[in-house]
């Protein structure tokens, strides 16, 4: 039992924090308050997801929980002499996290929880609303879940953006002896962290979210792929689900229902490509992650050959929120066909990197400047990559853009899975455009042609103009092979890896066609 | 795919005799074992060194400087991606986004995390390891 008189201080064990320091703060404080002979009872949390405050510690004070940071174990002492126990000031004091600017104009339903809770605590987990969603779900049976789930408009946070419902509905008509449902975990764009800060921080969430689908699909086995890359997360979430296997949330007769789910984690090796859906259930399958022609689709021959719900990690997390508020509620949020919120992730050369939970319809320059602030090295910005590796690269003449799956498409971009990665001005983007292409070498899964020969090739091309070499001609070639790449590669790795190509191309033209001198000078300023 | 990863973190690399092994055992050919092996760039054919460096090379860390960071290690080092260092302790891969974007430049030394690393960070991180910390 937790003494009456001890502090609770949180500490967050998100990996982005113990890469900064959040380990050596918690002893330290153990360390301090032993030497003081105060009762404090640490509490490891997920992140709220304010990275550049990290090591963000936030003290149980009679005012609410009073943040501090960026905590170093150095400053451990003159906290506790300043008297943070109370709440008291310190250059370091943040204030109540909700009144927080980053915070406050926040619209936090995935993410409700990351951060506030012990991720390892059913009680805790059902204390902020959890189970909820499932015990509703329940009551109005699998067809009005599936209906409900249409309702709220909600669309697969993967990328593909295709309306979570009517996948869900397939499945759920598709006679089989067995369904799957799995949870595209394997979160491999840059400047993306969201699952894995679910993963990490709110790791029933996503349990509750896939037993919802079980229910509502008709489906007994799920499956969350994560990644090697993600050591920490995958342990938390082992963890979680050995926690709700023995709380009965997990198995046969779940709370009792009648209802049966069984989930499992796999990890994925390193292969970016696996985050494919069918590239994905090929490894599931203990396979290369090679992808499969479509159709047949997933949805009708998935995993074993079974119907197979594939959602992301994010629509997942989502569904207990839809079910327990109502899916109007969730409905409500958002802008023309993009409903609800997105946990947008900010990050790369950004003041106030983090999770941004928003409705959709913020413009980008809104999220760049006004919320993320511009950039850490106080230089201007130069381009923002949105939507991971595959995303074009969009330069701030275009910052009116709202966030919105559609107005993206209409400027050749993508929204992907939330990322946005922010460049200063001393960024080369024709050095950019060869990594795209670089990357799309290293990763093809080596299927189709385009993707497997003409990465290769159009890294080569680059490399011809980087040199100064026919760069007329080869910037045509280039136009050209990413044409062949977009229409002709089989999934999105190829089809897509044209989207920073070009992107760069059509508004960076100054770094492709200005190369001759090794010397050249960076450029003076953003456009 | 378990097994496979269980045979890495007990080597360090799966190693060519578990090919004909694992092949009986799941009832698959020789030529498949070893497809599936090359296929992820998890698992390794020889062993590395003790302790394995990843630093990001996505763009998250590019845009941080993370370019410069790791060019400049492995010139020190002496070492090309994947490169091992002559006394068989250190080696430096690459490592396609860790999640710690929005902290870059980042690394995974032996399984623990940094972030925002510059040159005098992750020098420091390299020679603890290579003076042995407890590899967690």
Redesign the interface.
């Known amino acids: 039992m937790v003494d009456a008189m001890s502090t609770r201080i949180f500490i967050p064990r998100d990996v982005a924090a113990l890469a900064v320091g959040a380990d050596q703060v918690a002893r330290a404080v153990e360390a301090q308050a032993a030497a003081l002979g105060v009762a404090v009872t640490i509490v490891r949390t997920g992140s709220r997801g304010l990275f550049w405050l990290e090591p963000m510690v936030e003290v149980e004070t009679p005012l609410g929980r009073i943040a501090y940071g960026p905590v170093q174990a150095g400053d451990v002492a003159a906290l506790f002499a300043a008297g943070w126990l109370t709440g008291a000031t310190h250059p370091l004091r943040v204030g109540r996290p909700e009144d927080h600017p980053f915070l406050a104009r926040q619209t936090r339903l995935t993410f409700a929880r990351c951060g506030i809770v012990d991720p390892l605590s059913v009680e805790d987990y059902k204390a902020a609303g959890g189970y909820r969603g499932l015990a509703k779900a329940i009551e109005a049976g699998g067809a009005a879940t599936v209906e409900a789930v249409t309702k709220s408009g909600l669309r697969g946070r993967g990328g593909a953006g295709f309306p979570t419902g009517i996948k869900w509905k397939t499945v759920r008509d598709a006679v089989a002896d067995q369904k799957y449902i799995v949870c595209n975990a394997d979160e491999g764009d840059s400047g993306t962290f969201a699952d894995r800060m679910i993963l990490e921080g709110d790791p029933f969430c996503l349990i509750e979210g896939m037993t919802i689908a079980g229910l509502a699909v008709g489906a007994t086995r799920g499956y969350i792929y994560s990644r090697s890359e993600y050591p920490h997360a995958n342990a938390t979430m082992r963890a979680a689900l050995d926690i709700a296997r023995a709380a009965g949330l997990l198995g046969r007769d779940i709370l009792g229902s009648g209802l049966e789910f069984h989930l499992e984690l796999r990890v994925g090796a390193g292969a970016y490509v696996c985050g494919e859906e069918t590239a994905l259930l090929e490894s599931l399958e203990g396979k290369r992650g090679v992808v499969r022609a479509k159709p047949p689709l997933p949805a009708l021959k998935g995993l074993f050959g079974r119907p197979t719900v594939v959602n992301n990690l994010l629509s997942l997390a989502t569904i207990p929120v839809i079910m327990d508020l109502g899916a109007q509620y969730y409905a409500d949020f958002g802008m023309g066909r993009s409903r609800g919120t997105m946990p947008i992730q900010l990050a790369g050369n950004v003041l106030h990197g983090g999770l941004f939970e928003t409705a959709f319809g913020l413009t980008l320059g809104e999220i760049v400047m006004e919320v993320g602030g511009g950039t850490a090295s106080r230089r201007p910005v130069r381009a923002v990559q949105a939507g991971g590796p595959l995303g074009a690269y969009l330069p701030p003449s275009q910052f009116d853009t709202p966030y919105d799956y559609e107005a993206f498409a209409a400027r050749d971009a993508l929204i992907g899975h939330g990322g946005l990665v922010v460049f200063d001005d001393t960024v080369d983007m024709a050095h950019m455009a060869r990594f795209a292409m670089e990357f799309c070498a290293e990763e093809s899964c080596g299927k189709c042609t385009p993707c497997r020969i003409g990465s290769t090739r159009g890294a080569e091309v680059v490399d011809r103009i980087l040199a100064g070499r026919d760069v007329a001609a080869n910037i045509a070639l280039l136009e050209d092979l990413c044409n062949t790449m977009k229409f002709g590669s089989l999934c999105a790795l190829g089809g897509f890896t044209p989207y920073p190509v070009l992107s760069a191309i059509r508004h960076f033209p100054e770094d492709f066609h200005t190369r001759n001198s090794p010397g050249r000078p960076l450029p003076a300023a953003a456009e | 795919?378990?097994i496979?990863?269980a045979l890495q973190e007990t080597f360090g690399h799966v190693p060519q005799d578990a090919i004909p092994l694992l092949a009986e055992a799941?009832n698959l050919s020789r030529a498949d074992v070893h497809?599936?092996v090359s296929?992820?760039?998890?698992?390794k054919e020889a062993p590395g060194g003790r302790h394995v460096v990843?630093l990001c090379r996505?763009?998250?860390?590019?845009?941080?400087g993370g370019h410069a960071l790791a060019e400049g290690l492995l010139h020190r080092l002496g070492l090309d991606w994947g490169g091992t260092t002559g006394d068989g302790q250190v080696t430096i891969e690459p490592?396609?986004?860790?999640?710690?974007?929005?902290?870059?430049p980042?690394a995974?030394i032996d399984?623990r995390?940094?972030?925002?690393l510059n040159r005098e960070r992750l020098d420091a991180a390299v020679n603890e390891a290579r003076n042995d910390w407890s590899t967690p």
């Open positions: 795919m378990p496979l990863h799941l497809g599936i296929f992820y760039h998890d698992f990843k996505a763009e998250a860390c590019q845009s941080m490592v396609y986004c860790l999640g710690l974007c929005a902290c870059a980042a995974l399984g995390p940094l972030g925002r």
